[in-house]
């Protein structure tokens, strides 16, 4: 079983019940502006697909016919989503309401597209498998790759080049045919935006949102109104482009050669420890350089979207993020109407956003209108 086709209503009763939590027919009617005989009908229709379900009764006596609250149902289907990095590959299974049914992470040597297809199929069905998925629907894949796309249509992208053969290759063409499967490619940022947009909880109180993305390099992902910002070519929220990699800029990897400059034998980002005499002092000066770096991208994120949160995340070890959002707090930051500042916060999600995020990507899809 593979994705359904929803109309614009039904994807809207989706998208409520994913932010508002489970609500009776009339609430959901008056939410969405919607006759009850509508809703009365699409809700039906969402129930014999299986993605909404009717709340259990808890047993409570009442007097009358009661009201049976609608939910997502997790059965509705699950979605996979996986990413590679240099040395790792990750893979995730979320079900429809976006729960983690499985994730795997994995080092490994640097694989062309091809090889990293045929290991990402064979550890979905390993894990389809392991967790009784067999028969239930499959709503699709999320690939998120860690560069800009290099066309409208998301088939090429500007991989970073420690991952062989990927860099402008028919990505779409070769990850269709290995796997089979409804596919989405998308920038690692916007892939961790989606993730911190729903699992999160960040759905429930903004529509617009802006995540900065200290992972290999430094990028964005933007929502606006619920839906992911992609720009005309394709390439919203590359910042990094603002900071050259010739030059210091505020990206996890920016900090491996300062550390290592200034004398700490480290060989890869698990090796930063805040907590290390040897690379504290170090550590506080690349944070007041780096905050100070990125203020101007808060500050312009902030009058040119208005967003409810400027969410860090990444890498980096979570200490050193909120070293990252303290001084940011502390900045000489912009302000608009009644005050407000630039809403800085620091990801609280477990697992990678990154692969989270690309696994969610088929079920933002169903959610929300093309």
Not at 160 to 183: K, N, Q, Y
Request: charged content about 20%; glycine content about 10%; overall charge neutral.
């Amino acid at each position: 079983m593979h994705f359904p086709s929803l109309d614009k209503d039904q994807r809207r009763i989706l998208q409520a019940l994913r932010r508002l939590g489970s609500l009776s027919r009339s609430a959901l009617a008056i939410e969405l502006e919607m006759s009850a005989t509508a809703l009365t009908r699409l809700s039906r229709d969402l129930l014999s697909l299986g993605l909404i379900e009717e709340v259990p009764d808890n047993g409570a006596q009442a007097r009358g016919r009661p009201a049976v609250p609608l939910r997502l149902a997790a059965g509705g289907g699950y979605a996979v989503g996986a990413t590679a990095h240099r040395g790792m590959l990750d893979v995730a299974l979320v079900d429809f309401t976006g729960t983690t049914i499985a994730a795997h992470h994995e080092a490994t040597d640097p694989l062309d597209p091809q090889a990293f297809a045929r290991r990402v199929r064979q550890l979905t069905h390993m894990l389809v498998d392991r967790h009784g998925l067999l028969g239930r629907r499959m709503l699709g894949i999320g690939i998120a790759v860690p560069g800009p796309s290099l066309s409208a249509a998301g088939d090429r992208w500007s991989v970073v080049d420690v991952l062989p053969g990927w860099r402008d290759a028919p990505l779409r063409d070769i990850f269709s045919t290995e796997m089979g499967w409804p596919l989405w490619i998308e920038n690692d940022a916007n892939a961790a935006a989606i993730a911190e947009f729903y699992l999160g909880g960040l759905i429930r109180d903004f529509s617009t949102l802006v995540v900065l993305l200290l992972g290999f390099g430094i990028g964005a992902g933007v929502i606006t109104d619920g839906r992911l910002v992609r720009g005309q070519y394709g390439v919203a929220g590359e910042i990094g482009c603002l900071f050259p990699g010739h030059l210091p800029r505020p990206s996890p990897l920016d900090l491996l050669a300062t550390l290592r400059a200034d004398g700490c034998a480290l060989t890869s980002l698990a090796d930063i420890d805040f907590a290390d005499p040897a690379q504290t002092p170090t550590i506080l000066r690349w944070l007041d350089r780096a905050a100070h770096q990125l203020e101007t991208v808060c500050n312009t994120a902030f009058a040119w979207l208005d967003p409810g949160a400027i969410m860090l995340a990444g890498t980096l070890p979570p200490v050193i993020l909120q070293g990252l959002a303290d001084r940011l707090h502390g900045a000489d930051l912009v302000t608009t109407v009644f005050q407000r500042r630039p809403p800085v916060r620091v990801s609280a999600l477990r697992g990678s956003p990154i692969t989270l995020g690309a696994a969610l990507l088929p079920i933002h899809a169903l959610s929300v209108d093309p």
